[in-house]
Antibody, heavy 124, light 110 residues
Framework: QITLKESGPTLVKPTQTLTLTCTFS??????????VGWIRQPPGKALECLAL???????RYSPSLRSRLTITKDTSKNQVLLTMTNMDPMDTATYYC????????????????WGQGTLVTVSS | QSALTQPASVSGSPGQSITISCSGT?????????VSWYQQHPGKAPKLIIY???YRPSGVSNRFSGSKSGNTASLTISGLQAEDEADYYC??????????FGGGTKVTVL
């Protein structure tokens, strides 16, 4: 059974750096084809894919946020971390992490299991 | 990259069928057969209901179906039920090797 859970600060000040942790179970990020992504959703707005990391260390970032994002994994702890610098009130959102399944030797292109999300508010 | 274009809202009566469109470009929807759809109830995490354009995950009702023509993907909900009232998002892989979501569609069951 695959589960994911996001954790991190609920409130950050403008210009600060946000670090979120996704702790997962039921799969391994060393399995060929598997990935984990971070997706956010501002209140009342649409989903936005921020970053993904795959079993082979490949990283993908949203082009518009690339300069502010870093995604890393700790396979020994079954965790994926997302760092976002220079936080702004516009970054207030619920942040989700989600599992990307393997299709054998290759990865898939969808998120089949999601965490419950964590609301991050950016305010002074 | 711009978000995929979805209608803001779609409504239908119980038992009816509705279709939600998802328009992209040749850099995303039109170039890859990997569109996915997600259902999101208020206050809940998104749930995968369609992947790779037209495949349903185990446990998802066969009232949900997906298709694609050119740069536009579609999600059809047949036999509309009260529990289908939710927000729906499409998502596609892009030539930039990233993923882009649609703006979301609110489905209302009249």
């Amino acid at each position: 059974q695959i589960t994911l859970k996001e954790s991190g600060p609920t409130l950050v000040k403008p210009t600060q750096t946000l670090t979120l942790t996704c702790t997962f179970s039921g799969f391994s990020l060393i399995t060929t084809g598997v990935g984990v992504g971070w997706i956010r959703q501002p209140p009342g707005k649409a989903l936005e894919c921020l970053a993904l990391i795959y079993w082979d260390e490949t990283r993908r970032y949203s082009p518009s946020l690339r300069s502010r994002l870093t995604i890393t994994k700790d396979t020994s702890k079954n965790q994926v971390l997302l760092t976002m610098t220079n936080m702004d009130p516009m970054d207030t959102a619920t942040y989700y992490c989600a599992h990307v399944p393997s299709r054998g030797h290759y990865t898939s292109y969808y998120f089949d299991f999601w965490g419950q999300g964590t609301l991050v508010t950016v305010s002074s | 990259q711009s978000a995929l274009t979805q209608p803001a809202s779609v409504s239908g009566s119980p038992g009816q069928s509705i279709t939600i469109s998802c328009s992209g470009t040749s850099s995303d929807v039109g170039n890859f057969d990997v569109v996915s759809w997600y259902q999101q109830h208020p206050g809940k995490a998104p749930k995968l209901i369609i992947y790779d354009v037209s495949y349903r995950p185990s446990g998802v009702s066969n009232r949900f179906s997906g298709s694609k023509s050119g740069n536009t993907a579609s999600l059809t909900i047949s036999g509309l039920q009260a529990e289908d009232e939710a927000d729906y998002y499409c998502c596609s892989y892009t030539k930039s090797s990233t993923k882009v979501f649609g703006g979301g569609t609110k489905v209302t069951v009249l």
